[in-house]
């Protein structure tokens, strides 16, 4: 109840400023610590699909959106019994195997599938989004899991090509982040002691 009052309260906010991210925001938590994940899943897609928003907001929106699918996949293939190790002179190597329940293999397929074409939408609104490029990442890389655990090695080499290009791309973005707000702490001025 007193969840439900706090976002009457900043859904007034909203309905005067709807473009006030705080309130937005504050929302979009209080729905996800009261568990109302359809709630939250609304939200995010309202703010994605709003043109009215700055493409760097509904980018945001399309990330946060594109990694629940990635744990969607991720709670799958990295089951124990998903999966094996072996050890190999110098590394530890994982093998993927398809779940027992049919269901479940899928449900990570079609996860990854929605949560590339999120990725995707982001990266369309914004392509220095890293955690966007981040996200594609891993979900290409649930892909390869994927791959592995149907028997399809073409599959698997072609994810793992595009997973080692968004890496790639995410952690330059990355460096480029850091660097910019290095120069900019650089010329900002130093507080007095």
């Known amino acids: 109840a007193a969840g439900e009052r706090a976002v009457a309260a900043y859904q007034e906010i909203l309905d005067r400023e709807p473009g006030n991210e705080d309130a937005y925001r504050a929302v979009v938590f209080l729905y996800g610590q009261m568990r109302n994940e359809e709630k939250v899943n609304e939200l995010l897609l309202q703010s994605a699909n709003d043109f009215s928003f700055p493409n760097g907001r509904r980018a945001e929106a399309f990330v946060i959106l594109a990694s629940k699918q ?3 996949s991720y709670e799958i293939t990295e089951q124990k019994e998903n999966k094996t190790t072996e050890q190999k002179t110098d590394k530890v190597l994982i093998h993927y195997k398809k779940p027992a329940n049919q269901a479940d293999f899928d449900k990570a397929n079609q996860c990854t599938t929605e ?5 995707e939408e982001a990266i369309g609104l914004d392509q220095s989004n ?3 490029w981040s996200y594609k990442a891993n979900l290409l890389r ?5 791959a592995e655990m149907s028997g399809d090695n073409t599959a698997k080499d072609d994810f793992g090509k595009q997973y080692e290009t968004a ?3 995410q952690k330059r973005l990355a460096a480029e982040e850091v660097k910019r707000k290095e120069e900019e702490a650089a010329k900002s001025p130093t507080p007095p002691a």
Request: aromatic share 6%.
């Open 142 to 146: 649930e892909k390869m899991k994927l």
């Open 130 to 132: 890293a955690n966007a």
């Open 167 to 169: 890496l790639e791309t």
């Open 70 to 72: 990635w744990n969607c």
């Open 115 to 119: 949560g590339l074409k999120l990725a």
